[in-house]
């Protein structure tokens, strides 16, 4: 039977285009790493018929100190949350992370307050036992953060780290930590396209390029504002696809923020099963800010990881 | 909506007044605005009449299926993106029962149906349809078991059968409220059509090629039924990502109108039934029709939909004011919140937890959350001072303690001032607050 009508396809005419950011190894590093790069979409999400750029790529998280893990989403790492590297490797060789993000919490003054160098010494560590690109945070405290960061950058000169995070307050320590050292940078930003743009506009006068930037709006969870997140991040992808230059870099969200409702880990017999129930609120956050927008995610649960793996290829009809 | 001109050029311009309006050019003003009725003209003709309801029909048409309370609407969408305006009629979830399913195995699913239920910031989240399915292929084993579900269960039902004589004789073993027939096809649309149009029932349309569903749309609509639901015959995640776009996208843009109806995504079957409901959910699915919904999916399924469609303009909130909680007295200690849903219900769930009698008073701060009213400068000293004055709280509570957010340590020196009463930092989760009413 032979059809009478033909149904358009509303390919939109975008002028603009995603910039694109390599990570993994530089031209110093050993050759031994690999290089992913992220970016590069011609059109709104996952829309093959707009373009799909790179693959969007999954970090699995990693923390140097144990005493607020969520045992629910961490469990099936068992002892190996205990060594970072071991950590990583898991997460690279069982679970399919194409990145490993490797979070500092222990130089938190407030808490055990270990010493930079001693911090950059783990991340050489994970280095050591993965060849994924890592990315690296702090602990979320500004002052040690800048001096954390700055010794980490310093110490890995070799290898193409994405260093987190540069914010509207403090940024000049890391930009030009990352600047010397050929390290790319995340700009972060709290839940608006105009400062988002904004964090973009302060790093490319201080003279940090496109091509190192990755920008996080910050992606709220299931539940806790994911809502305003989407809306966001939708934004900021249309913007740069109309042309905003200043918002044509790719996106990460970390989409652990998930764990941060109760109903993630809560044990409550009228919900389900606990552990199902985190995997898929994790993996239902990390979708939202895929069909958003997101070009990198990070994520805790491996189980919510595998899942957003098989969506990533499933949405990207296979490529 | 047409414009005034467009409007007028459809008027029967005799200026007679008779619509309460001097001319007709007036009221076709009004017409546009919409603060009139056409059918205040005793002129128009019946052409006109058909002419401007086609021209402002909404770009998808809006869907009912069942009646009464529970009643299920879907479709009248006008966006592309919520940040535009918002969207209207929330995604529903149906989960399916087999006419040759025991005994045993229809009440299991019916309890399950019944227990999907939760509230969250104040509302119910449920589920919302059921779904009948004519696996015996005999129309009167059908009918029974649709007969039997009607009985037991107050949802809509969508009865799933490729054979319009299983839902004629479902329609006719017992009284049904608008259920939605699942679905015509190529193979059986004549028949369907007929019978949809003969039970006034709204009719889904199946085909996984877009035009052939647009060809299948056209024909059961020239066989006289109008209320219409689509099924792209989506397989994986990327097809109804894509096919959900370009069927919404060219009704809300006009670009092609024969496809303006809510889209249904039958996951039954599929490997990834999960994360194809989830992405339907954001991606305009009028119903997810799943075999069945687990409590620990239902769960974050329910909740990414009531996040997607919350009003973009108006976060969920609850009415400022002081709020007793587990009988309190003059002897019980107040604490403060903000009147954003979330945090609100959060808190007070948490002292309820605690069995210690309590007042809690919600700060007005426009929905939001304590640190983003904290930082938007609409939690200050003052606005908690000027709360408690407002509810006389210090009349009901005699005790001078006053409990504040974890997060707010930095304001308890000028809370103290601006209230004289003795500030108590609490812990920064709510989950903390039992523990810390134990030990006052
Ligand atoms: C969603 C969100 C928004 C939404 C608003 C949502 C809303 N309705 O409030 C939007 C996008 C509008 C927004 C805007 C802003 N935001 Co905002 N936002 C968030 C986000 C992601 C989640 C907030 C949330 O819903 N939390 C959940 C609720 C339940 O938490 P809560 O109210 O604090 O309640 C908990 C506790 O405080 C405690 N609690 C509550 N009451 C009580 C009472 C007692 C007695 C006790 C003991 C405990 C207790 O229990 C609750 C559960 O544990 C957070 C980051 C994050 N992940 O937390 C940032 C965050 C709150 N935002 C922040 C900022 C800076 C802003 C802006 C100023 C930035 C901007 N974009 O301009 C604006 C200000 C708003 C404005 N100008 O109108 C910052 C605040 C920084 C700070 N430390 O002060 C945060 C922390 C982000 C960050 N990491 O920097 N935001
Ligand atoms: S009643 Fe009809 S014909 Fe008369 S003025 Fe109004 S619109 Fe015109």
Not at chain 1, 187 to 206: E, H, P, T, V, Y
Not at chain 2, 278 to 285: C, D, E, P, R, V
Not at chain 2, 310 to 329: C, E, M, R, S
């Amino acid at each position: 039977m032979v059809p009478m009508v033909e149904v358009p396809v509303p390919k939109e005419k975008w002028s603009g285009k995603v910039g694109t950011v390599a990570l993994g190894a530089s031209t110093a590093d050993d050759g031994e790493r690999k290089v992913l790069s992220i970016g590069g979409e011609t059109g709104m999400p996952f829309l093959s018929y707009e373009g799909l750029g790179n693959r969007q790529l999954i970090a699995g998280e990693v923390v140097d100190d144990t005493s607020e893990l969520i045992e629910v989403a961490v469990r099936p790492f068992g002892d190996a949350v205990n060594d970072p590297a071991a950590w990583a490797k898991r997460w690279v060789e069982e679970f399919g992370a194409d990145l490993v993000c490797l979070r500092l919490r222990s130089t938190n003054p407030e808490g055990k307050d270990a010493p930079p160098e001693d911090a950059a010494q783990t991340v050489l560590k994970v280095l050591a036992a993965v060849d994924v690109p890592v990315i690296v945070y702090g602990c979320g405290h500004e002052e040690k953060d800048a001096r954390t960061m700055e010794a980490v950058s310093n110490a890995c000169a070799k290898v193409r780290l994405l260093l987190g995070q540069a914010e509207e307050n403090a940024y000049k320590t890391i930009s030009a930590a990352a600047m010397s050292n050929h390290h790319a940078l995340i700009a972060f930003s709290n839940l608006d396209i105009n400062l988002a743009k904004q964090m973009n506009i302060l790093l490319s006068d201080f003279g940090v390029k496109a091509e190192n930037i990755v920008m996080d709006p910050l992606m709220a969870g299931l539940g806790m504002g994911l809502e305003y997140s989407y809306s966001v991040n939708e934004r900021i992808r249309m913007a740069a696809l109309m042309g905003d230059r200043m918002l044509q870099v790719p996106m990460l969200c970390d989409v652990t923020s998930a764990w941060e409702a109760r109903e993630a880990s809560e044990e409550n017999a009228t919900w389900g099963d606990v552990v199902e129930r985190g995997k898929w609120w994790e993996a239902a956050t990390g979708l939202a800010a895929l069909v958003s927008g997101a070009d990198l995610l990070i994520v805790r649960s491996p189980l919510a990881a595998m899942v957003l793996q098989d969506a990533i290829s499933n949405l990207r009809g296979g490529k | 909506m047409p414009t005034a001109i467009e409007i007028f050029k459809l008027l029967p311009k005799k200026n007679c007044g008779k619509c309460n309006f001097p001319t007709c050019l007036a009221f076709a003003m009004q017409l546009a605005s919409s603060k009139a009725k056409l059918a205040d003209c005793p002129y128009v003709t019946e052409e006109a009449k058909a002419k401007l309801e086609a021209s402002s029909a909404p770009p998808i048409r809006l869907i009912t299926i069942g009646a009464g309370e529970n009643k299920v609407e879907i479709g009248d969408e006008t966006e592309l993106y919520r940040h535009d305006k918002k969207f209207f009629h929330a995604t529903r979830y149906a989960i399916a029962i087999s006419d040759q399913a025991s005994d045993r195995e229809v009440s299991v699913k019916l309890r399950r149906a019944a227990d999907l239920r939760f509230e969250r910031v104040g509302q119910i989240l449920a589920l919302d349809m059921l779904a009948v399915r004519n696996d015996s292929r005999d129309p009167a084993t059908f009918a029974e078991m649709v007969k039997r579900v009607s009985r037991e269960s107050a949802l809509p039902l969508i009865l799933m059968s490729q054979d319009p004589e299983a839902v004629r004789a479902a329609a006719s073993a017992t009284n049904l409220s608008r259920p939605l027939i699942y679905a015509a096809t190529f193979e059986n649309i004549e028949g369907m059509a007929a019978a949809a149009k003969e039970l006034k029932y709204p009719l889904a349309v199946r085909h996984d090629d877009l035009n052939g569903l647009a060809d299948l749309v056209e024909k059961v609509k020239a066989a006289g039924v109008e209320d219409i639901v689509l099924d792209l015959g989506a397989e994986d995640l990327q097809q109804t990502l894509e096919r959900n776009t370009i069927v919404r996208k060219n009704a809300i843009r006009k670009t092609f109108r024969g496809l303006g109806y809510p889209i249904l995504t039958n996951v039954i079957g599929r490997e990834r039934g999960m994360a194809m409901a989830l992405i339907s959910t954001m991606k305009y699915g009028g119903i997810v029709l799943m075999e069945d919904l687990d409590p620990a999916h239902a769960v974050p399924l329910f909740v990414l939909r009531q996040n997607i469609y919350t009003d973009p303009q108006v976060p969920i909130q609850v009415k400022a004011g002081l709020y007793p909680i587990n009988n309190p007295d003059k002897d019980s200690p107040i604490l403060f919140t903000v009147n954003f849903s979330l945090t609100y219900f959060t808190v007070a769930g948490d002292i309820e937890k605690s069995r210690m009698p309590a007042w809690l008073l919600v700060v007005d701060t426009e929905g939001l959350s304590v640190l983003t009213a904290f930082s938007a400068g609409k939690l200050t000293s003052e606005t908690v001072a000027e709360a408690l004055r407002s509810t006389e709280a210090m009349a009901k509570s005699g005790k001078g303690l006053l409990i504040i957010p974890g997060m707010l340590s930095r304001m308890s020196g000028k809370l103290q001032e601006a209230t004289g009463l003795k500030v108590i930092v609490g812990p920064k989760e709510s989950s903390g607050i039992p523990k810390l009413l134990r030990s006052l």
